[in-house]
Nanobody
Framework: QVQLVESGGGLVQAGGSLRLSCVAS???????????MGWFRQALGKEREFVAG????????SYADSVKGRFAISRDFAKSTVYLQMNNLRPEDTAVYSC????????????????????WGQGTQVTVSS
């Protein structure tokens, strides 16, 4: 089993920045080997939506159109951590953000559907005030 723990959420004014972290651990976690990673968000009363993802090779990333050019996903092998840097935040970015992990055979595939992920963190709240 893999455990994911997010942190870094909070309250920020529109135009501000936050960096979310997701630390992975567990008996079956092997430092992102064959693990694709994704960030999703769910606003109150809305469906969960894909935000950003990275292939297990790290060579391919994908972003929702609404966050392109503002958000960036990255990872640190030494810290077993995936990050989501969020810049120029908008009130419509307000949501609970969760990281997710899956097992991928193909090194350049980024999963964008939530049902393609196997492990989830508990989520961290991001609130952007206008």
């Amino acid at each position: 089993q893999v455990q994911l723990v997010e942190s870094g959420g909070g309250l920020v004014q529109a135009g501000g920045s936050l960096r979310l972290s997701c630390v992975a651990s567990g008996r079956t976690f092997s430092n992102f080997s064959n693990n694709g990673m994704g960030w999703f968000r769910q606003a109150l009363g809305k469906e969960r939506e894909f935000v950003a993802g990275m292939s297990w090779s790290g060579t391919v990333t994908s972003y929702a159109d609404s966050v392109k050019g503002r958000f960036a996903i990255s990872r640190d092998f030494a810290k077993s951590t995936v990050y989501l840097q969020m810049n120029n935040l908008r009130p419509e970015d307000t949501a609970v953000y969760s990281c997710a992990l899956n097992w991928q055979h193909t090194p350049w595939v980024v999963s964008v559907r939530s049902d393609e992920y196997d492990s989830w963190g508990q989520g961290t709240q991001v609130t952007v005030s206008s």
